[in-house]
C-alpha cells in the first residue's frame, strides 16, 4: 500500500477566518484568547479535512499566525534585541517583528519581508544578532503536534530546516552562518528529542535553499548541521523535504547524511527524475515524491504521474507520494465557485481537491492495472479533449512582432533632456506608488455596484468624487506628480483581467500572499486580448481636477502573468506577449488621451526568475524584459515612463531592469537598509530612481526626521537630480489615519533637503 503526504496546507481557512480574527485583534476588538482560539478551531478543520481526504501524513505546525520564518526565528529564541527591549507580552512581541510597532513603550520598524523563492509569498528575514543566544524557546511545535494528537490524528511536525533558516537570514553584525551553526545545530537537536519523546513518527524539516545554486562551503555548512542534528533523532524518522525545484548540487550529499526520507519535487525539479534513475535512490530510505503540483490549480494528470511512479518504483520500494510544494500557494476549495461552469470547473483543482486527486492516485497506483480505473478513464478523457479554441488574431499579433516593436526612440539620454523641459520638476520630485487607502467607503461602494444594488452611474460619480476628494488631499499635502487614487480597482491585477478576454476569475480563490493580506490570482484560460479602454476615462478625470502631472496607472503584463495561474498548453513567453500588447494599446491610449506620465507597475518581476542563475536569461528575462519594452516602445519622447518594484532581491538583476527602459524606477527599499542603491551605481544604473522612503507594510506613521535621514543616506550615494522621493509601495492597505501623517512628514522631509541642496 502507498502512502499519501502533504508538505503544507492553507492556514487562512475557506473564507479567511484567520485573517479576519487576526484584524479584529489589532484593532482591539477581541481578545488574545479568541485569536488563539479561531487559530485553534482552524487548524482542527484542516487536519481533520486532510484525513477525511485520505491523508496517511498529515503536516502539523505548518498552521502560523503571520509567517513561518518569523516562528522558526522564535523557536530559536532569534528576537532582535530591539523587540525584547519593548518588554511586550509574547504575541504582541511576535505581530511588532512581523508589523513594526509604534506605541508607549517605543517606536521599531518590522522585520524585513523578501519573496519566497519563486512564489508571490513573503516570508519576514529573521535577524541574527553576534549577541543572539540561539536556543530552543516556546513549545509552538510539540503543542500543536499534541493538539492533534489529541484528535487521534497522526501528523508528522513540519519546520522550516536550519540550513535554509541560516541561509535566508540577515546577520547585522560580524558573525557568519557557520559561527551559528553549533548552537543552531544543538536547538533543533533538542527539538528532535521532544518530538520523541511525545512519539512523533516523522519530523519534516523543510530545506528549499537545496534547490538553489549553492557553492561548496554551504554544502559542508549543510552536512556539519545535519550530522549534528541526526546523531539526536532517536526513534523519530527525519524527513529532508525540498521543493520548488531539484539539488542536483547537494543530491549525493543529501543521500549520504541519515535522513530516513528525502522529498523530492518532481514537478518544477527540472533533473529529479534524472537524478533518481542516474545516480540511483539511497537504500533503507523513504522517497517523498511531490508529484502533485502544489502551485497551480489545473488538474493532474494522471498518464503523466503514474507513469513517473512507475519508473521511481525501479530504483525504491519505498515510495509516499505527495504535494510538490506546500499547498499555501493555492486557493482552499473549488466548493465556494458557485459561478463557475462545470464545463470549466473540472479542469481545476484547489488545495482540497488536491487532497482528493492524491487519494485516486494512491488508490491507482495500489492496484494492478491503472490505467482500467474508472478515474484514470476520466482523467484521461479530459485531457484528450480539448479544453478551448485557439484565437488566431492573438497568435498572428505575436508573430508579426519585429525588434522595432521593442525598441523606444530616441535613446535614453535624449529623453531625459526633452522631459526635464516637458515638466520643470523640482528637484527630489514627490509622488506616491499608485493606490490610496481601500477604506470601508471604497469596499462598500464597489460591492453595491456588483450587486446590483447601485446603477453604473451612481458607482462612476461615487469614484469620481473619492478621485476628487484624493486630488485635493494630495495638492493640499504638497506632492508633485499625483495619483487618482485607484478607487475603482480591487486588485492590480484582477482590475485588468476582468477586462480583458483570455481571463478567468474566481469567487474566493483566496491565496496568502503575507500576514492577513491574501490575494485573489485570476486564471489566464485562453488568449488574451484588450476590449477597450480600461483606466482612460478615471485618468483623464483626475487629469481635468488639477495642473499637476497625474499619473496614468497600469500594470504590467510580467506582473500579470505572474501573479495569474498561467496557463500549462502554451509557452509563458507567448502569454507575456499576448498581454503585453494588450496592456500597450492601453499605453497608446492613454498618451492620446493627455496623459503625460504612464506608471506600468512591474511589482513581480523577479517572482518568476529561475532559481538557477544559468537558466535566468534563456529561460526567463530574455522574454520578460522584451515584454516591457514592446508595452511602452510605442510612446512620444516627452510622455515618461514610470514602473514600480517591490519586496524581492534586485540588486543581481539591476542591469537586466535598466535595460527595460523606463524613465523613472521606484523600489522597496525601506525594509532592505537601501542596500539597492549601491547595486544601482555598481552597474551606472541610468534610470531615475526612487527607493522607498518609508514602509507602508507596517502601521507606524514615519517621522519626518527619519525621511530625511534616509534622504541623505540616498543623496551620499545618487545624485539630486535623479532622485524620487516615495513610499516603498501602494498605500491601500493602511488607513487614512496613518497614511495623510506619513505623506506629510514625506513631503516636508523632502522640502527641507531640497533647500540644503
Not at 41 to 57: P, T, Y
Not at 252 to 261: M, P, Q, S, T
Not at 271 to 294: C, I, Y
Not at 329 to 350: C, I, M, Q, S, W
Request: charged share 30%; glycine share 6%; aromatic share 10%.
Amino acid at each position: 500500500m502507498m502512502d499519501t503526504s502533504v508538505v503544507g496546507f492553507p492556514r487562512i481557512g475557506a473564507l479567511r477566518e484567520l485573517k479576519f480574527a487576526e484584524e479584529r485583534y489589532w484593532k482591539g476588538q477581541k481578545q488574545e484568547a479568541d485569536l488563539l482560539e479561531a487559530a485553534k478551531e482552524l487548524r482542527r478543520k484542516h487536519w481533520l479535512l486532510q484525513k477525511n481526504s485520505g491523508i496517511d501524513w498529515i503536516p502539523a505546525n505548518d498552521f502560523s499566525l503571520y509567517d513561518n520564518m518569523l516562528d522558526t526565528a522564535v523557536m530559536l529564541n532569534a528576537v532582535p534585541e530591539r523587540y525584547r527591549a519593548l518588554r511586550l507580552d509574547g504575541l504582541d512581541e511576535y505581530f511588532a517583528m512581523a508589523r513594526g510597532y509604534q506605541g508607549e513603550k517605543g517606536d521599531v520598524h518590522a522585520l524585513s519581508m523578501k519573496k519566497w523563492f519563486n512564489t508571490n509569498y513573503h516570508y519576514m528575514v529573521p535577524e541574527l544578532e553576534d549577541s543572539a543566544a540561539i536556543t530552543l524557546n516556546g513549545t509552538k511545535v510539540l503543542s500543536e503536534f499534541e493538539e492533534a494528537k489529541a484528535l487521534g490524528l497522526r501528523t508528522k511536525p513540519v519546520v522550516v530546516g536550519p540550513f535554509t533558516f541560516l541561509k535566508l537570514a540577515k546577520f547585522t553584525g560580524k558573525k557568519t552562518p557557520a559561527d551559528f551553526a553549533e548552537p543552531v545545530a544543538a536547538a533543533y537537536a533538542a527539538l528532535l528529542r521532544e518530538l520523541d519523546r511525545a512519539g512523533a513518527q516523522w519530523v519534516q524539516l523543510d530545506e528549499p535553499s537545496l534547490v538553489t545554486d549553492l557553492t561548496a562551503d554551504e554544502i559542508a555548512l549543510f552536512e556539519q548541521l545535519y550530522r549534528d542534528i541526526l546523531n539526536a533523532k532517536g526513534h523519530v524518522k527525519v524527513l529532508c523535504q525540498t521543493y520548488f525545484g531539484d539539488i542536483r548540487d547537494c543530491y549525493e550529499a543529501v543521500a549520504g547524511l541519515d535522513f530516513d526520507g528525502i522529498g523530492l519535487d518532481f514537478v518544477e525539479g527540472d533533473e529529479t527524475l534524472s537524478l533518481v534513475t542516474q545516480k540511483g535512490f539511497p537504500d533503507g530510505k523513504t522517497l517523498f515524491a511531490g508529484v502533485v503540483n502544489g502551485k497551480n490549480i489545473w488538474r493532474n494528470h494522471y498518464e503523466k504521474t503514474v507513469q513517473t511512479v512507475k519508473i521511481l518504483m525501479k530504483y525504491t520500494e519505498r515510495i509516499i507520494i505527495g504535494t510538490s510544494c506546500s499547498l499555501l500557494h493555492v486557493p482552499f476549495t473549488l466548493e465556494n465557485e458557485t459561478k463557475l461552469d462545470a464545463g470549466r470547473k473540472k479542469h481545476f483543482a484547489f488545495a482540497v481537491e488536491k487532497l482528493g486527486e492524491l487519494a485516486e492516485l494512491k488508490s491507482l497506483l495500489d492496484s494492478a492495472n491503472p490505467a482500467e480505473g474508472p478515474a484514470y478513464l476520466a482523467n484521461a478523457a479530459l485531457f484528450r479533449s480539448p479544453r478551448l479554441a485557439a484565437d488566431r488574431a492573438a497568435g498572428k499579433q505575436v508573430n508579426r512582432l519585429t525588434e522595432d516593436d521593442f525598441t523606444r526612440k530616441p535613446d535614453f539620454a535624449r529623453r531625459e533632456k526633452i522631459q526635464k523641459a516637458e515638466f520643470k520638476l523640482p528637484l527630489l520630485p514627490t509622488t506616491t506608488i499608485g493606490s490610496f487607502p481601500q477604506t470601508a467607503e471604497v469596499r462598500n461602494n464597489r460591492a453595491e455596484y456588483k450587486r446590483g444594488e447601485i446603477s453604473e452611474q451612481a458607482y462612476v460619480a461615487a469614484n469620481k468624487k473619492m478621485i476628487a476628494d484624493c486630488i485635493r488631499l494630495q495638492e493640499d499635502i504638497g506632492l508633485d506628480v499625483l495619483v487618482h487614487g485607484e478607487f475603482e480597482r480591487n486588485d492590480m491585477v484582477e482590475y485588468f483581467g476582468e477586462q480583458l478576454d483570455g481571463f478567468l476569475f474566481m469567487e474566493k480563490a483566496w491565496v496568502q500572499s503575507y500576514g492577513t493580506r491574501c490575494v485573489k490570482p485570476p486564471v489566464i484560460w485562453g488568449d488574451v486580448a484588450r476590449r477597450q479602454p480600461m483606466t482612460v476615462s478615471y485618468a483623464v478625470y483626475a487629469q481635468s481636477l488639477t495642473e499637476k502631472p497625474v499619473k496614468g496607472m497600469l500594470t504590467g503584463p510580467v506582473t500579470i502573468l505572474n501573479w495569474s495561474f498561467p496557463r500549462e498548453d502554451v509557452p509563458l513567453k507567448e502569454s507575456a506577449y499576448q498581454i503585453a500588447l494588450a496592456i500597450r494599446e492601453e499605453v497608446l491610449d492613454l498618451e492620446a488621451n493627455g496623459i503625460r506620465m504612464i506608471q506600468i507597475d512591474e511589482a513581480a518581476l523577479r517572482e518568476k526568475l529561475p532559481l538557477r542563475k544559468a537558466d535566468w536569461h534563456p529561460k526567463y528575462l530574455d522574454w520578460a524584459i522584451p515584454a516591457f519594452r514592446l508595452v511602452h516602445s510605442g510612446v512620444k519622447p516627452e510622455t515618461q515612463i514610470h514602473t514600480h518594484m517591490c519586496y524581492s532581491e534586485f540588486n543581481d538583476i539591476i542591469r537586466d531592469i535598466d535595460a527595460m527602459d523606463a524613465d523613472v524606477i521606484t523600489f522597496e527599499a525601506s525594509r532592505s537598509d537601501l542596500t539597492i542603491i549601491d547595486a544601482l551605481n555598481r552597474c551606472g544604473f541610468r534610470t531615475e530612481v526612487g527607493p522607498g522612503v518609508y514602509d507602508i507594510h507596517s502601521p507606524r506613521i514615519p517621522t519626518e526626521e527619519e525621511i530625511e535621514k534616509a534622504l541623505r543616506t540616498m543623496l551620499k550615494k545618487l545624485p539630486g537630480e535623479k532622485l524620487w522621493v516615495n513610499p516603498d509601495c501602494g498605500l491601500k492597505t493602511r488607513g487614512n489615519a496613518e497614511t495623510e501623517p506619513s505623506l506629510r512628514n514625506m513631503v516636508r522631509a523632502a522640502e527641507t533637503i531640497r533647500k540644503e541642496l
